[in-house]
Structures are given as C-alpha cells and as structure tokens.
C-alpha cells in the first residue's frame, strides 16, 4: 500500500512539474483609455514563456492562434468579431518575452461610444491549449466639434470633422469621417495635442484634404493632415521662426507660415520634448 501511494504522489508531482513547465503568462495594454469613435483602438500583448523549451505561434486554416474577446458595459454577451484575425507567426524563446501590437478596429464592429474591456487569448502549438490575459479597459467617446467641412467623394456625402477629446490629463485633437446620410464613421485619427494658447488653423485643400496646426506646449506647434477616408497623412512637430504663425493655401498648396520643422536631438539634451512627437496612433 505504500508503494502504492508513492507511485501516486510521483505521478502527481511529474504532472504538477509538467503543468508549471507549460505555463504561459499573457497581458494586454492598450495603448491608452480614450479613443476616438472610428481610431485604430491600438494595444500591446506581450507573451510570457515560463517554460523551458520555445513555442512557435502559427495559425491554421479558420483558427488564429491569438483571437481576443471585446465587450461593452451594459451587454452581458461579447461583441461578435467581423473577421478572423490572421497574425504572423511567431516564436518566443523559453524563458523569454515577446510583445505583439495589434489593432481591434478591422476585426469587431466598434461604432458605438461607452466603455469596453478586452482580453487576449492564445492557442498553443497543439491547438488545444489556451491562455488568457487580464481584462483590460478603454473607452470610445465622441469629443466635441471644433469644425465641419461636407463634401461629396465616390457618390457620398462625407462630413470631415476636427474634434477634441480629453485624453488623460490633455486635449487632444482629432480627425474625423462621417458619413453623412447614414451616420456611420469612415475613420478617424489623432492629429495633435492642443494647447489652447492659440486657435487651431483648418483649411481643406482641393483634393479634400483637412490640414489643421495646433500648438501643442509654449513652444511647438504640430501639422497635421487627414484624407477623406480618416486617414493620417502627414504630421509634423514644428518650432517658431520668428513672426505670426498661420496656415495657408497659395497656389494649390498649403503652406506653414513662421515655423519650421523640429528635430529632435539624437542626443539627450534640454529641449527635448516627449509630449508632442511620441504620440501614439500617429
């Protein structure tokens, strides 16, 4: 009988070793908590590897071997996804971690403000075996209007809207698409931290661009542009050069007056700014 019970307790403990031996540890972060209806809700998934052998990621037909579950407050079931995430492979070392960005926008139907939280899921190897993440958080919000320019592009009456949302402890900017007639949002997209120290300059050039120049600290400016379909075009972090300070059309096209482009140095050294030019979802 005791021999017995040794075998057991030998066996449970290989199949506790062999649980420990295949753990992996999964967290997800969003990029930040306030997103602007129609913005790429960005966030960060790192995969820890507490095992000690590597593990190659890959997808088989029809199942992704990272998939994610978004819900809204307020609804007791999930959101459905659109369509099957298809992420690249990937292999994290034993011992190791490796992080993946990943965007929720193209893969669930997002089109409603209020507040969500999402958990990351991986598959194994074997295709059996999964781990979830913590339930993280992020909010979709409106903003307000600070402008509205309506045109017509492929047979649609598009609203093009520069908006401003609080974003942590800052005001931000944003463009914005809208479809006129059935409300829905085309895209949207971050276009600069505003400090209300000045006015913002918009001007829509004739290829139904929105171009918009905020300031951002006492010192910088950034320029921005947005397409028609909500997407970023150009943004720049950008320093006085003495004079007024505007946005204009001449000629077709739209010029920067009184500022010129700013370089950060590659070394450390007092200037160096971090609040304008490392702005995620740029």
């Not at 295949?22 to 960060?44: D, T, Y």
């Not at 978004?70 to 298809?86: D, F, K, M, Y």
């Not at 590659?266 to 700014?273: L, M, P």
Request: net charge positive; charged share 20%.
């Amino acid at each position: 009988m005791k021999n017995i019970m040794t075998i057991i307790l030998a066996a449970l403990c290989m199949l506790f070793a062999g649980q420990a031996l295949a753990q992996v540890e999964v967290r997800v972060q969003p990029i930040r908590k306030e997103f602007l209806l129609g913005e790429n809700v960005s966030l960060q998934v790192r995969i820890d590897n507490h095992t000690d052998r590597e593990v190659n990621f890959v997808n088989i037909p029809g199942r992704s071997w990272l998939h994610f579950t978004v819900t809204r407050s307020g609804e007791s079931n999930p959101i459905s996804p659109a369509l099957i995430p298809n992420f690249p492979k990937l292999t994290v070392p034993a011992g190791s971690s490796r992080s993946v960005t990943a965007n929720l926008r193209p893969y669930f139907s997002l089109n409603r403000d209020g507040s969500y939280k999402v958990t990351a899921t991986v598959r194994m190897p074997d295709m059996q075996t999964t781990y979830s993440s913590n339930r993280a958080s992020f909010v979709l919000a409106n903003g307000g209007t600070m402008k509205t320019f309506t045109v017509q592009s492929r047979g649609e009456r598009l609203n093009m809207h520069l908006r401003i949302l609080r974003v942590g402890e800052k005001d931000c900017l944003f463009g914005q698409v809208v479809n006129a007639d059935s409300r829905s949002v085309m895209g949207a997209c971050y276009m600069g931290q505003f400090l209300n120290f000045m006015q913002p300059r918009i001007v829509l050039d004739s290829a139904q661009n929105m171009h918009v120049l905020c300031q951002s600290t006492p010192e910088y400016f950034t320029y921005s542009k947005m397409d028609n379909r909500g997407n970023r075009r150009d943004y720049k972090v950008m320093k006085r050069t003495g004079g007024p300070v505007e946005l204009v059309s001449s000629g077709g096209a739209i010029r920067v007056i009184g500022l010129m482009p700013y370089t950060r140095p590659t070394s450390t050294s007092e200037g160096v700014i971090h609040s304008t030019s490392d702005r995620p979802n740029r």
